[in-house]
């Protein structure tokens, strides 16, 4: 059943700062398996170091991720694998210090892109040429 008491303008945004000042207070873990240092996860296994994972699996150093796993320093992932030092990317695999990807895979240092295969900055390479490089920025850039 519906409450029956009035919610008024005033009344809503009082609760709403209520609950936003409250948010990530409950430090605990609900459901997670093996999960060392982590706070506020759900239903997560093998993570580390990572606070308010939802379904990940072998997350290190992550925060606000959902349903991804093997994802290494990476922010506001949702259903990602593979990811490193990322943020923002939907559905995208082996992405590395990219920003806002969509259905990506194999991109280093893209920012914005959808859909898209074997980028390093942006821009398209061979699958060959790729992993060529993007095994010698790793080593330069300490990865």
Do not use: P
């Not at 994972?53 to 290190?60: E, M, T, Y």
């Not at 969509?102 to 040429?129: A, M, P, Q």
């Amino acid at each position: 059943m519906a409450k029956e008491s009035k919610l008024t303008a005033r009344s809503f945004e009082m609760k709403l700062r209520k609950l936003v000042a409250g948010l990530g207070r409950d430090r605990e873990n609900d459901s997670c398996v093996a999960c060392e240092r982590c706070v506020a996860c759900d239903s997560c296994t093998f993570c580390s170091d990572s606070e308010r994972l939802l379904r990940c699996n072998f997350c290190v150093r992550c925060v606000q991720c959902s349903d991804s796993l093997h994802c290494r320093g990476s922010r506001n992932l949702n259903g990602c694998q593979h990811c490193v030092d990322s943020e923002n990317c939907t559905a995208s695999a082996y992405v590395v210090r990219s920003v806002a990807l969509s259905g990506c895979s194999y991109c280093f240092g893209c920012v914005g892109l959808t859909g898209r295969d074997f980028h390093i900055l942006n821009e398209r390479y061979e699958r060959r040429d790729y992993f060529a490089l993007t095994e010698h920025l790793s080593r330069e850039l300490k990865l």
